[in-house]
């Protein structure tokens, strides 16, 4: 379930009338900026998008990023886009600047549907003239290399069977390679890349029951280089994302000075999706309510902002 | 451009209940499938399947494939089905019998363009509930599959622009990989299964130009194991589809038995397409027409199914 509280009825020529006062009148008005685009979902922002167009011949996006600054423009202009041409945008900073490429690569690779990492690689493309998978594989390099390309160019099969007998023989693959801690293993990367999720969670449990441990665990105590928390984290994004998404957030509101992108990456990608369920598991795992938590850390318009992503009643 | 003879106007009820009397009646009708199905473009056979089903609540393939027999079989019934639908059935044939899997996954993978590489992937899925990656990778090893699932699985950029500088510096690499002979070498797997089509043929260029030999003439020179040829037919169908194919008519012609095989997939598959190009660099080859070499080495339906498809005037 989503957090986000959109009306049913809006206009969206009203609103791009309101946003235009609020980037280019005195002074910028961030309240206003929140109350709209933090409360309408992504079709009606591209509705906005196109009527603000059509009116100032000016991409909204355009006095966002100029009038805005910091952590707060970062969210607004995150959320305003496309969640697609988002995703092609979070890839391209996490390969150019090679920071977070594992985690960004592999949540939009092992959490979206098929089609939806197929949106995401259709909009990098027309965003940036190459492939995602170019720019991944000219910016990395060896194991890790192999991994992230294969799983960002999957296209896997979507339906719900499950061949008891693979997920036996695939979990006992699994096994062999991290006993003999063969992480780079080929095995492990075709199997993590080609099988359904379907699939690939009755291997999962598979070894659990074998193993009495489950792999993620079993990953990670057989310590942990980059590749294997790439593993690690792969496994943990096909297998329960919001058990995954809880993790980062709780990681970057614990941090000394804040994670702000992987904050903002969480709850500006999971608002209209899954965030409401996030924020349960979060609850269960820390006793702290996730707005709690994010207000704490965070000031000013960026934590209006997230509040209101949130769900946080006006 | 096409050899496929097809009327403008046609009804699809009317050859639907022509083919029913063609396998139904006394004795099977070849001739008049053969004038039939052979005259009719993808879209007009889809409509006669359609047609036909629900007029005798049966896919027109069914008796196709219990009336007819042989290589005519397999020509009529891989002709009839929908062109994605019939690369995913020759991929998965290729796969699950290990026979000239290279070729037919290389084919589909480096000549196609990605949006009908993905339509492929589509109808492979609907077909085998399983993704086409995913099969070819259970069913192969080490570096061949390496290459054939990096191929298979591209999603390339299908823009025009050309970095001359990238061209410049990866046709080095090449060059350098196959001078040591490291042909199985990652790069070279990176940068022809991610670049877009435009951008491999500059490199090519390039490499051409720098070394005063073609990079696919250079990499058979240095000897030619299963993966020097399998980087061999990609480099081919990635620079010159027409000329690929000419070869593989010429080999399957000139074998003793003829390859019947490789002459039915690609004159089914390129009927509709480039056949008379194919054609034409055939004859500037062997100083034959292609028409004449096939009459040769056929005989029967199967004879006169793939003349009509080469565009012989009935």
């Known amino acids: 379930m989503a957090t986000l509280v959109s009306p ?32 309408r ?8 998008r196109a009527a603000y167009e059509q009116l100032y011949q000016e991409d909204l996006l355009k006095p966002l990023e100029s009038e805005l600054s910091g952590d707060f423009e970062k969210a607004v202009y995150r959320w305003t886009l496309d969640p697609a041409d988002r995703d092609a945008v979070l890839a391209n900073v996490a390969i150019k600047k090679s920071t977070d490429v594992y985690n ?22 027309l965003r940036y003239k190459h492939s995602v998978e170019e720019d991944l594989a000219a910016h990395t390099t060896g194991d890790i290399r192999k991994l992230l390309v294969a799983l960002v160019t999957a296209y896997r099969y979507d ?61 990670l105590e057989e310590g942990a280089n980059d590749f294997q928390k790439a593993l690690h984290t792969a496994i943990r994004c096909l297998n329960d994302p919001k058990k995954y998404f809880e993790k980062v957030l709780r990681n970057a509101i614990k941090r000394v000075g804040t994670d702000e992108d992987a904050l903002t990456r ?5 608002a209209e ?28 318009d960026y934590k209006a902002f997230l509040l209101t992503l949130l769900g946080k009643e006006d």
Chains 1, 2 share one sequence.
């Open 266 to 270: 969480v709850i500006v990608t999971r």
């Open 8 to 39: 049913p009825n809006f206009c969206a020529k009203e609103d791009a009338e309101a946003l235009r006062k609020s980037v280019k009148g005195w002074g910028t008005n961030e309240k206003a900026i929140i109350s709209i685009l933090g409360h």
């Open 104 to 125: 960004v690569i592999i949540e939009i690779s092992c959490i979206h549907s098929p089609e939806e990492l197929l949106a995401v690689r259709r909009a990098y493309q």
């Open 41 to 48: 979902n992504a079709g009606q922002r591209k509705e906005i």
């Open 273 to 300: 999706r899954d965030l409401r369920d996030i924020k349960e598991v979060y609850y269960k795992k820390n006793s702290v309510p996730l707005e709690q938590a994010v207000a704490k850390d965070t000031s000013g």
């Open 159 to 219: 339906g719900h069977e499950i061949n008891a007998k693979l997920a036996n023989s695939e979990a006992d693959i699994l096994h062999d390679a991290i006993k003999d801690k063969a992480f780079n293993h080929e095995e492990i990367i075709r199997i993590l890349s080609t099988r359904s999720k379907t699939q690939l969670m009755a291997t999962f449990n598979k070894y659990r029951d074998d193993q009495g441990i489950s792999i993620s665990k079993n990953l």
